[in-house]
């Protein structure tokens, strides 16, 4: 017993200097101001500050347009993949572009939505063109989208997958239609992994900024694109700090409302 403690020292070790440790310095630079003073006056101005406040609307909208076109996507691949031979081979492909570093996404996508891209180059053939593609709020939800699917297909596939197919044959069996079959039996099965999916790409899209930058330009400005305004231009790393704050707490308050227990629900055909 004392081994297996002393084993997890280093574990301990590293949650306190780079979880804990990160967090509570944010905190603690959010709470005063650059004289190192306490003050509220940070998030006094976050609240009362327009620009702000519509910065965090931007942020839950965006990553609730991202969620939204990810679900509609992926839930239904999920669910044909379970139905598919070589099923194996099907979810390596899926995976592969994760694989792939985020900049380099990035820069392949400037290079395909530019004024000079694929895109714009195909539409010339037909005498289009060009067209603005890059820099507007489509190319931004179109490439977060694409680059979070797979991390939506796959909790849905698991969670698919571990359905009993029994009980779909019995939902037919006792006549129930197609629809009545997914929305009394596969989804609420299914549900725990469309949750784990919402998880999994709402609140990092919460916080998105590289691509903001890169495929949204100025035009779509989030809490993310703030924080990193606030540390790396203007230098004022209290006031990123409180932003920083602001967004750990709506993703835990989105954690604590998509992670709820489900309470039973009787169901009649």
């Known amino acids: 017993?004392?081994?297996?403690?002393?084993?997890?020292?280093?574990?301990?070790?590293?949650?306190?200097?780079?979880?804990?440790?990160?967090?509570?310095l944010i905190i603690w630079y959010s709470l005063t101001d650059s004289n190192h003073h306490f003050t509220l006056n940070n998030f006094v101005q976050f609240f009362r500050n327009g620009t702000f406040l519509r910065m965090m609307i931007n942020s839950f909208?965006?990553?609730?347009?991202?969620?939204?076109?990810?679900?509609?996507?992926?839930?239904?691949a999920a669910y044909f993949l379970t139905k598919m031979k070589n099923q194996q081979l099907w979810l390596m492909l899926i995976i592969l572009p994760t694989w792939i570093n985020l900049l380099l996404k990035a820069y392949a996508f400037i290079g395909i939505l530019g004024n000079n891209g694929l895109i714009n180059k195909f539409l010339h053939l037909f005498g289009i063109g060009p067209v603005n593609i890059?820099?507007?709020?489509f190319a931004f939800i179109f490439v977060a989208t694409y680059i979070e699917i797979p991390f939506m297909i796959l909790p849905i596939y698991n969670a698919i997958k571990e359905i009993d197919t029994a009980l779909i044959q019995a939902s037919e069996d006792l006549g129930a239609s197609k629809w009545q079959t997914f929305y009394y039996?596969?989804?609420?099965?299914?549900?725990?992994?469309?949750?784990?999916g919402v998880q999994a790409i709402f609140i990092p899209s919460l916080s998105l900024f590289m691509l903001t930058r890169l495929i949204g330009g100025n035009r779509v400005i989030t809490l993310g694109t703030a924080i990193e305004e606030y540390f790396m231009t203007t230098m004022n790393w209290n006031?990123?700090?409180?932003?920083?704050?602001?967004?750990?707490?709506?993703?835990?308050?989105?954690?604590?409302?998509?992670?709820?227990?489900r309470k039973r629900k009787r169901v009649n055909l």
């Open 1 to 24: 017993m004392k081994n297996k403690k002393l084993f997890l020292i280093p574990y301990y070790l590293w949650i306190f200097l780079f979880v804990i440790l990160p967090i509570l």
């Open 134 to 137: 890059l820099f507007t709020d």
């Open 61 to 76: 909208w965006y990553a609730f347009l991202i969620t939204v076109i990810t679900l509609i996507i992926s839930y239904p």
């Open 239 to 261: 006031m990123g700090a409180t932003i920083g704050v602001v967004l750990i707490i709506l993703m835990v308050l989105v954690m604590l409302l998509t992670g709820r227990k």
């Open 185 to 196: 039996v596969l989804w609420p099965l299914s549900k725990p992994g469309v949750e784990s």
